[in-house]
């Protein structure tokens, strides 16, 4: 693994290579410096310009073994900085690619320049340095380093949070889980009470988006990080209120995770505008990322919703609930009734739920937990349920039905699928 500083000689960039050699030596990594020189520039100058890239970059490694004391393999190459770059930390098996921040007086913020292109086409994490100072005193064990951490149910999320989980083990750090939110499309995921503005967060949103946050960041608590939540609603684009969280917080260091979005997708990219934005050192995980370098961190199953129409299908679900959870978690069982249900023929179907409990749980093994809710779109009521409950696993039983009686009847389980990320289990009846 190595640590590889691109670097056109400015003096935006010779800060940015203090700061990879830095992190070289608290990481423990080699450190290489890189130079890419534009095809038709080596072209037209030929051995000349070759010769003083050779030297700028000969000079630049016996600066930063002077002042940090590690040696820099040095490397010049040829062609679309974005694209030689991006080839070679993959060949080198980089752990962490280090750039310059484009300066402020840059067109647009940068919007389509040499950092925005290298985001774009490398698959490793990426850092955009900016006041590295920071940066700098951490490697050099003199204070923690104070991380944002962008904060979701996405995938990109997982791997920045992977991420952090990794630098963690090089030096102490006080982590901030900052989750931007939309007030109105949370309360319909979630099933709760339409908002008047889009600052208006009730008690129970708040709560619910806490619990989801406390749970998403877990892994961290659990590697012994401190870790602190800041939820704000947004309006716009979430990497503006992000940026704005992290400025807040004094961050020194923003991370997020990244999909790589292309063409007019990137207008709601929180990594890209987030690198360009952002006033302190930013970096973006690309998803790729978790194949190559991080430890993924294993799904847990702490919380299993399982619902019942109270027929066979519906019941056996129940016992795979509890066979999937294990010692400690909370199995949440639901039924849906009619909208137009009176209240006693809620009352029989929360007793009828009482029954299903298995005998074997009154010894607390789990967390039971029994819920009766009214409506008629039952996937709907499953769906926003299960994002209430955060659970982690959801069990459903299915009819089984095939042809012309599926595409006339409909399955429950199967809408439920289709409307939830969360991971689903079907539980069939076995053949007669």
């Not at 010769?51 to 002077?66: F, P, V």
């Not at 080839?87 to 040499?114: D, I, M, S, Y």
Request: charged letters at 25%.
């Amino acid at each position: 693994m190595t640590i590889v500083c691109a670097t056109h000689f400015s003096d935006a960039s010779l800060r940015a290579c203090e700061t990879a050699a830095h992190l070289a030596k608290r990481m423990e990594v080699p450190l290489c410096l890189v130079h890419v020189l534009p095809g038709n520039v080596a072209r037209i100058f030929g051995q000349a310009v070759w010769d003083a890239g050779e030297a700028a970059l000969q000079d630049e490694a016996r600066r930063l073994e002077a002042l940090c004391g590690v040696k820099a393999e040095r490397v010049l190459l040829t062609g679309e900085p974005e694209t030689a770059l991006a080839e070679f930390a993959v060949k080198r098996g980089a752990r962490l690619v280090v750039a310059a921040a484009p300066r402020e007086e840059t067109p647009f913020l940068g919007l389509g320049g040499t950092v925005d292109r290298m985001a774009q086409a490398l698959e490793v994490p990426f850092l955009v340095v900016r006041e590295g100072t920071a940066l700098e005193a951490w490697a050099r064990g003199e204070r923690p380093l104070r991380v944002m951490l962008g904060v979701d149910r996405s995938r990109p999320f997982e791997v920045a949070r992977d991420w952090v989980k990794t630098l963690a083990k090089c030096g102490p750090l006080e982590v901030v889980g900052g989750r931007v939110f939309w007030v109105s499309e949370e309360a319909n995921r979630l099933g709760l009470e339409h908002p008047h503005s889009y600052k208006d967060v009730s008690p129970e949103l708040r709560e619910a988006l806490e619990h989801e946050v406390y749970t998403l960041l877990e892994p961290l608590r659990s590697a012994g990080l401190p870790v602190r939540t800041r939820l704000e609603p947004g309006l716009g684009r979430v990497a503006d209120h992000l940026v704005a969280l992290a400025s807040e917080e004094k961050a020194d260091l923003l991370v997020v995770g990244t999909h790589h979005r292309k063409a007019l997708a990137r207008l709601w990219s929180v990594s890209h505008h987030a690198r360009r934005l952002a006033s302190m050192s930013v970096v973006s995980v690309p998803v790729l990322a978790a194949e190559q370098v991080l430890e993924a961190e294993p799904p847990r199953v702490r919380t299993v919703l399982a619902t019942t129409d109270f027929m066979e299908q519906g019941d056996r679900a129940i016992a795979y609930a509890f066979a999937l959870t294990p010692p400690g978690g909370t199995v949440h069982l639901l039924h849906v009734e009619s909208a137009k249900a009176t209240p006693e023929q809620l009352q029989a179907a929360r007793h009828q739920l009482e029954l299903r409990v298995p005998r074997t749980e009154h010894d607390g093994k789990h967390k039971v937990e029994l819920s009766v809710l009214t409506g008629d779109d039952v996937a709907g009521v499953i769906t926003q349920a299960a994002e209430r409950y955060d659970a982690d696993l959801l069990c459903l039983g299915t009819h089984g039905r095939g042809g012309v009686s599926r595409v006339v009847l409909g399955s429950v389980a199967q809408q439920v699928m289709a409307r939830t990320d969360r991971p689903t289990v079907t539980v069939r009846m076995p053949r007669a």
